[in-house]
Antibody, heavy 119, light 107 residues
Framework: EVQLVESGGGLVQAGGSLRLSCAASGFTFSTHSMEWVRQAPGKGLEWISHISSSSNTIYYADSVKGRFTISRDNAKNSLYLQMNSLTDEDTAVYYC????????????WGQGTLVSVSS | DIQLTQSPSFLSASVGDRVTISCRASQGISSYLAWYQQKPGKAPNVLIYGATTLQSGVPSRFSGSGSGTEFTLTISSLQPEDFATYYCQQFSRFPRTFGQGTKLEIK
């Protein structure tokens, strides 16, 4: 069974940093691109970052570019999101999601981790 | 960036109704579109990908249509478990934008 488990969320002051992790199991992690998606309280989904299976290709949303860094460790079956210079607009539930290898969809999602930024 | 506009944003319907949700892209995205269902406090779950392909395990009352800039999600006969928020997402290019969502409520 595919499992994605996020961790690392919490309360942080504006201007601070946080590192999220996503532990993957039940599939060959090294063959899948991965994503981070967030959802502010009561709001819609916002795609924020993509990393290819070998980390060769990385993309960010403009809203986080220059402040967030996505990375992965295929040996540890883990995905990361380093978040710096946080503002209250970064308050959200952060989900990691798996890209399907053959089609265009996010076919598995974690349960999410809440990041709250206090100003 | 490609913008996705869903309509309506809110929809009130009854069990057994047929409902359609539209998603319009600001530029052509071929068939690179997926639909997700999200229930409160839960992660999204994919329903449709490639604009028309039903994800494994998703009930056949869900269907998708469209290509280019106009897309539709149809639920043929609403069931109680279908009341949720629905999002479209494009995979034509980065950023992989989502529509703003359509909240489907019980009438």
């Amino acid at each position: 069974e595919v499992q994605l488990v996020e961790s690392g969320g919490g309360l942080v002051q504006a201007g601070g940093s946080l590192r999220l992790s996503c532990a993957a199991s039940g599939f060959t992690f090294s063959t899948h691109s991965m994503e981070w998606v967030r959802q502010a309280p009561g709001k819609g989904l916002e795609w924020i970052s993509h990393i290819s299976s070998s980390s060769n290709t990385i993309y960010y949303a403009d809203s986080v570019k220059g402040r967030f860094t996505i990375s992965r460790d295929n040996a540890k079956n883990s995905l990361y999101l380093q978040m710096n210079s946080l503002t209250d607009e970064d308050t959200a539930v952060y989900y990691c999601a798996r890209d399907n290898m053959f089609d265009w969809l996010f076919d598995n999602w974690g349960q999410g981790t809440l990041v709250s930024v206090s100003s | 960036d490609i913008q996705l506009t869903q309509s309506p944003s809110f929809l009130s319907a009854s069990v057994g109704d047929r409902v359609t949700i539209s998603c319009r892209a600001s530029q052509g995205i071929s068939s690179y579109l997926a639909w997700y269902q999200q229930k409160p406090g839960k992660a999204p779950n994919v329903l449709i990908y490639g604009a028309t392909t039903l994800q494994s395990g998703v009930p056949s009352r869900f269907s998708g249509s469209g290509s280019g800039t106009e897309f539709t999600l149809t639920i043929s006969s609403l069931q109680p478990e279908d009341f949720a928020t629905y999002y479209c997402q494009q995979f034509s290019r980065f950023p992989r934008t989502f529509g703003q969502g359509t909240k489907l409520e019980i009438k």
